[in-house]
């Protein structure tokens, strides 16, 4: 079965289980009990956070074990409002619904100033009002993913940072999409990541869901939003210590992986190839977002005139799994609001599909969703209105 759905494409490597297994059955101890056998816990835990830093590129005390990507946004920017005077926060609508949900929700209760981004064509934001907003509000809080989760649009966060940083803004950047995919820090050039918070997922590189994680680096103050001595008293709560040393592992297998540019590369290009072929047969389908400065694994495809969840129904019992939108609101019936945020027209927002390949997905699964896919859809051209 061809797997170009972004959850499904990252189902855990088999180094993951083995040691979420083994942390079941040998480290299941409480890892702030000071016995020996917590202590143990205790130390498996610590050798898992330095796998996940080192991925990150930071020293492992600069990182936090959270319950997911979501968890991790909402700490990052609960953590610094509610540790400062900052009342601005500045986004933008093409975000993570973490994100975006949470900014609408804490306007409505009144604790910040909600400014919204301008988004460029092809789904970056507007770096220039970005310096607008800055300049009204220096002391804001941004947050700007670094890669887009239905798109795979990548956005200049280094940019971001540095503007961030002459104005006296702290920088979130949600890298859930990027960190396990691709070299973090971006470059030689900068010896550490461009942000001053960065989320990240471990389900994203194939280790296990219910778990994630929060970069902070020094000088940057955060309230914890569960109170607690755990993780550096950042955020209470017994840790997964199964969880955790089964991102570790996830972290050194992608950490091997994409230190093989050329391993990238392969994807990307059956990336392309599929792409090419649904647009050569489907000549109405367009590409959402800019096709350069992407992630390697990721397009979003519009069907015009047609309904998303319609397609991955029928595509589904064909035995493709892919998604509409971000997996999370898959179910939704609404065009996606950041489809709709980048100015894609409605008719083609609510018939996008995104496809995402993993780091496994080989030629002969690309061969069968494309065959899948320019079937499904001549079907259902072939129907009636």
């Known amino acids: 079965m061809p797997y170009l759905d972004n959850n499904a494409t990252t189902r855990p490597i088999p180094q993951a289980i083995a040691a ?39 020293p492992p005390r600069q990182l936090t074990f959270t319950g997911s990507g ?11 409002l509610g540790a400062s005077d900052r009342e601005t926060l500045i986004t933008s609508k093409i975000e993570h619904a973490a994100v975006r949900d949470l900014a609408e929700h804490l306007e409505s209760t009144g604790r910040v100033r909600l400014r919204w981004l301008r988004i460029e064509e092809g789904g970056v934001i507007d770096l220039d009002d ?12 941004v947050s700007v993913q670094w890669a887009n989760n239905e798109t795979g649009v990548i956005q ?7 503007r961030c940083q002459q104005a006296g803004a702290i920088y979130h950047c949600d890298a859930v999409q990027w960190i396990g995919k691709l070299p973090c820090p971006e470059s030689d050039a900068f010896d550490t990541p461009p942000a001053d918070l960065l989320t990240l997922s471990p389900h994203k590189f194939h ?18 939003t569960l109170q607690g001595t755990q993780e550096l008293g950042r955020r209470g709560g017994t840790e997964n210590v199964p969880g955790a040393l089964a991102a570790g592992a996830a972290a050194r297998a992608a950490r091997e992986w994409i230190a093989d540019k050329s391993a990238r590369t392969t994807i990307a290009a059956r990336r392309d190839r599929f792409e090419r072929a649904i647009l050569e047969a489907i000549p109405d389908a367009s590409v959402n977002g800019r096709t350069r400065d992407r992630l390697w694994n990721t397009t979003n495809i519009a069907f015009p005139r047609l309904e998303a969840e ?11 799994a892919a998604s509409a939108g971000a997996a999370c ?11 709709l945020a980048m100015g894609v027209p409605p008719d083609n927002a609510h018939g ?3 496809f995402s390949l993993s780091r496994f997905t080989t030629e002969e699964e690309i061969d069968d969703a494309i065959a899948i896919v320019t079937e499904t859809v001549a079907r259902f051209r072939r129907v009636p209105a």
């Open 310 to 320: 319609v397609l991955l129904l029928a595509m589904s019992e064909r035995g493709l």
């Open 130 to 141: 970005l310096d607008a907003a800055l300049a009204d509000h220096p002391r804001a809080l």
């Open 20 to 58: 979420a297994t083994d942390a079941l059955e040998t480290h299941w101890h409480n890892p702030s009990s000071v016995h020996r056998d917590g202590q143990a816990a205790r130390h498996a835990l610590e050798l898992a956070r330095a796998d996940l830093a080192s991925l990150a590129g930071v």
């Open 70 to 80: 979501t968890e991790s946004i909402d700490l990052a920017i609960r953590g610094v």
């Open 329 to 339: 609101s898959s179910g939704s019936l609404d065009p996606s609001p950041v489809l």
């Open 207 to 224: 280790g296990p869901k219910g778990i994630g994680a929060l970069i902070v680096r020094p000088g940057v103050r955060l309230r914890p």
């Open 156 to 162: 200049p966060s280094r940019e971001i940072h540095a």
């Open 352 to 354: 996008s599909v995104r």
